[in-house]
């Protein structure tokens, strides 16, 4: 007669084996439980950390060990075009002036297209890598070694605020957290004196959504980007001169006292806890903010690598906001966000929205991006701050390789355009993916920005699908429910 039950099924039967599988199979539990805590173990659940209301920027450990300690994204509001720039199209200046081949049946932004039209920059091979670039930025040009290009970036939106929207948050819809406020709630920050993500506006204004692009959304407030540049630095930090420092000691401990018992009572209002950190942080910044911001305190030498006291009013602002991003950086704040490019002045005038008369609105702006960023990035790498430090280069969408019909300059283009990084866990130089022979659309390698936030997060330890805030009966993330880490792109040690 065949045995009713297996082997395993008698095994079971007999109590020392029984005991015996039943205590190893408890030491599994326990040994996934406490992988899973200190971030080793990677089950696929959705990760929240643990935010003390009382300390809710202290530092937190990322998922598994990063690359990265830090960003800095230099953000070109107005759609900088790639093929004016990164992307060397050698058919283009062959075919100038021809018509694209199923051009007529485009329909963009501003509507009609006149024909293929090359940049009015030369492109020049440029660096060890014999990279071209174009003469518009020939400082960052120059810095092509230590950079890795992503020529195949897309975007959702052919229109600025959704698309500047979706590179800054993750969505074309506002109201969404920014992705220095995910680092920040994430990850927290070593800093104590200054707060963990810093935007700083161009000299001439804000992004034409504005603060949404450093917003954290639904995200607890104090993970907002606390916004200020090298001119216009944190307000009312100073102490009143009525005030003498033994009784603002006083009133903030006395004050301190009452907030813990408040918070006490109400535990789950992060309202009131972002606005208690806030006014904490605030107090010790009094010293902290107004030393990083104190730009005397460098070199003339420094100065004069980044172009602080160039008699164009707008390159040196936007120079000293690039100095003051490195100081940030140094002083431990974990994300800073640098805009080029403002709105309030205008289509073309004050961006780069090159719509009519691309040369004369590029012949402007390019000189105002070109030495500071440069300069920042050979600052950074001669500290040697690149080896954990990550610089990103973005902007909303690219352009057309053909001039709108009757214009000089190009519409806009979310199908195709350039982005780089440089710094740690990156490959250098390196170009990853590829527009077709126009520039037009990517074609090799295509990338989404879902992928790009994931590769950032990536860097900074962080799974991008497993880093999420409970909203509105949804797991938001990021990335949404998309994104790839484009590992093509990583440096082999990462």
């Known amino acids: 007669m065949k045995p009713i039950l297996s082997s395993i099924g008698r095994r079971l039967l007999q109590r020392r084996d029984f005991l015996a599988d039943l205590g190893c199979g408890l030491g599994g539990i326990a040994l996934a439980s406490l992988l899973t805590e200190q971030g080793l173990a990677d089950d696929g659940k959705p990760w929240r950390p643990t935010i003390r209301s009382e300390s809710p920027l202290a530092a937190r450990p990322p998922h598994f060990p990063p690359r990265v300690k830090r960003i800095v994204q230099i953000f070109c509001s107005g759609a900088c075009s ?7 199209k050698p058919s283009l200046i062959e075919r100038d002036g021809q018509a694209m081949p199923g051009g007529d049946k485009l329909v963009t932004f501003q509507g009609a297209n006149g024909g293929l ?28 070694d230590e950079m890795c290009f992503i020529h195949s970036m ?6 600025h605020g959704p698309a500047e929207s979706q590179m800054n948050t993750g969505f074309t819809m506002e109201g969404f957290p920014s992705m220095g406020a995910w680092v920040g709630y994430a990850l927290g920050t070593d800093n104590r004196d200054l707060p963990a993500f810093v935007a700083i506006p161009d000299p001439r204004g804000v992004p034409q959504i504005g603060p949404a692009n450093w917003s954290n959304g639904f995200l607890p407030a104090v993970f907002q980007g606390t916004a200020f540049n090298a001119d216009k630095p944190i307000p009312n930090l100073a102490r009143p001169a009525r005030l003498t420092p ?57 100065h004069n690598l980044y172009g602080t006291t160039h008699k164009n009013p707008l390159l040196a602002g936007f120079a000293r906001n690039c100095l003051l991003a490195r100081r940030l950086l140094e002083r431990g704040v974990r994300f800073v966000q640098i805009f080029n490019g403002a709105y309030a002045m205008g289509e073309g005038v004050g961006n780069w929205d090159g719509h009519r008369q691309l040369k004369i609105d590029y012949d402007r702006h390019g000189p105002i991006l070109d030495r500071p960023a440069a300069a920042l990035l050979t600052d950074l790498k001669s500290r040697g701050m690149l080896d954990d430090t990550l610089l990103v280069w973005s902007t909303e969408f690219g352009r057309m390789p053909t001039f709108q019909k009757g214009a000089q300059g190009r519409d806009h283009n979310p199908k195709g355009f350039t982005v780089w990084l440089a710094g740690a866990g990156v490959k250098k130089p390196y170009s990853h993916g590829a527009t077709d022979e126009f520039g037009h659309q990517a074609v090799e390698k295509v990338a989404t920005i879902y992928d790009f936030h994931a590769t950032i997060l990536h860097l900074m330890g962080l799974h991008h699908d497993r880093l999420t805030f409970y909203h509105n009966g949804n797991e938001r993330r990021l990335t949404d429910v998309h994104g790839t880490v484009i590992k093509d792109i990583l440096d082999p040690v990462a």
Not at 118 to 144: I, N
Not at 264 to 286: G, V
């Open 82 to 88: 790639h093929l004016d720039t990164w992307d060397y």
């Open 117 to 144: 039209a090359k940049s009015p920059y030369v492109f020049r091979q440029r660096g060890q890598c014999g990279k071209y670039t174009s003469d518009l930025l020939p400082r960052l040009g120059a810095c092509v």
């Open 154 to 159: 897309t975007a959702k939106s052919n229109t």
């Open 246 to 302: 033994r009784s603002e000691r006083d009133a903030s401990d006395f004050l301190k006292l009452l907030n813990d018992e408040h918070l006490k009572r109400n535990p789950d209002d992060t309202e009131l806890s972002a606005r208690i950190a806030s006014y904490e942080l605030a107090a010790r910044m009094q010293l902290s903010a107004s030393e990083a911001g104190d730009l005397a305190r460098e070199t003339k030498t420094v």
